[in-house]
């Protein structure tokens, strides 16, 4: 996925409650900390407000700008704490390494390929301190999720106008994909003023070969939840929240 349109509508419709749990490991872990797939910052800035500071790498140009936008209107203190850079999490060199890295968002999930992972979790372990903690989420594909899903929200933005989502994903199980079409339809007073659609493909990845990359790459997984109120895990949860360590 580019997010080359999706981007000014991210924050719109990026209501999660995943916030609590990164800035809890954060805060633990003491240190600065990375964020892989930043995009406009919506975690990376409620750290930085309390006083972590964040390295946070995206490749999208688009997303950046948004937290670029945002950041700009933060105090002089957390725009010195977040460090935006345009980068792919399969393939940076920072020079530096890091208390804490995370990846929100089921953001891991963009490495659609197996390769790709391997890449990123290398990546990541090059640039973990020893006794750092890694913490990530994904997408589970429970087997109660219908393989066909559409859903569609609205909020209302400035000058009158409507913004309505419509979002269809399609599960291949066989070939471990989710295919995404977005489509943000623009109103004002009823009338359509613009529309824009945005395709991607994401990976589905299982608990078991998440488990099993991480432990090749030298990761020790210190817990496994079901969600970000560290839930026990079930093959039924909606998520896979993962929170592992470099020994
Ligand atoms: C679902 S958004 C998450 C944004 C943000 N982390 C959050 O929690 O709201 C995924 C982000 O990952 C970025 N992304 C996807 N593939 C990437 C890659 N290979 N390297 C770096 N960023 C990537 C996208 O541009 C997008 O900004």
Same mark, same amino acid.
């Given at each position: 996925?580019?997010?080359?349109?999706?981007?000014?509508?991210?924050?719109?419709?990026?209501?999660?409650?995943?916030?609590?749990?990164?800035?809890?490991?954060?805060?633990?872990?003491?240190?600065?900390? #990375?964020?892989?797939?930043?995009?406009?910052?919506?975690?990376?800035?409620?750290? /930085? !407000?309390?006083? *972590?500071?964040?390295?946070?790498?995206?490749?999208?140009?688009?997303?950046?700008?948004?937290?670029?936008?945002?950041?700009?209107?933060?105090?002089?203190? *957390?725009? !010195?704490?977040?460090?935006?850079? !345009?980068?792919?999490?399969?393939?940076?060199?920072?020079?530096?390494?890091?208390?804490?890295?995370?990846?929100?968002?089921?953001?891991?999930?963009?490495?659609?390929?197996?390769?790709?992972?391997?890449?990123?979790?290398?990546?990541?372990?090059?640039?973990?301190?020893?006794?750092?903690?890694?913490?990530?989420?994904?997408?589970? /594909? /429970?087997?109660?999720?219908?393989?066909?899903?559409?859903?569609?929200?609205?909020?209302?933005?400035?000058?009158?106008?409507?913004?309505?989502?419509? *979002?269809? @994903?399609? !599960?291949?199980? @066989?070939?471990?994909?989710?295919?995404?079409?977005?489509?943000?339809? +623009?109103?004002?007073?009823?009338?359509?003023?613009?529309?824009?659609?945005?395709?991607?493909?994401?990976?589905?990845?299982?608990?078991?070969?998440?488990?099993?990359?991480?432990?090749?790459?030298?990761?020790?997984? +210190?817990?496994?939840?079901?969600?970000?109120?560290?839930?026990?895990?079930?093959?039924?949860?909606?998520?896979?929240? #993962?929170?592992?360590?470099?020994?």
């Amino acid at each position: 996925m580019t997010y080359r349109l999706a981007a000014k509508f991210y924050d719109l419709f990026g209501s999660k409650n995943d916030l609590e749990f990164y800035k809890e490991l954060a805060l633990q872990s003491g240190g600065k900390a #990375l964020e892989l797939g930043v995009g406009t910052a919506r975690v990376a800035i409620p750290l /930085a !407000r309390t006083g *972590v500071t964040v390295v946070g790498i995206d490749n999208s140009v688009r997303m950046l700008r948004v937290a670029i936008e945002k950041l700009a209107k933060e105090s002089a203190a *957390v725009r !010195r704490r977040v460090i935006l850079k !345009r980068g792919d999490m399969r393939d940076f060199e920072l020079k530096q390494t890091f208390s804490f890295i995370y990846i929100p968002a089921s953001t891991f999930d963009h490495n659609i390929t197996v390769e790709d992972r391997k890449r990123t979790l290398n990546c990541i372990y090059k640039h973990l301190k020893k006794d750092g903690i890694f913490a990530f989420d994904l997408e589970q /594909a /429970a087997p109660s999720k219908p393989e066909k899903s559409w859903w569609i929200d609205r909020k209302e933005i400035e000058g009158g106008k409507m913004v309505v989502r419509s *979002v269809f @994903t399609r !599960r291949d199980l @066989t070939k471990r994909r989710c295919s995404l079409d977005l489509f943000f339809d +623009v109103y004002k007073n009823g009338k359509l003023l613009e529309r824009y659609h945005e395709y991607g493909e994401v990976a589905i990845i299982s608990k078991d070969e998440i488990i099993g990359l991480l432990e090749e790459t030298g990761f020790k997984v +210190v817990s496994v939840y079901g969600d970000f109120d560290k839930s026990k895990y079930q093959k039924d949860s909606s998520k896979i929240v #993962l929170v592992t360590k470099r020994e």
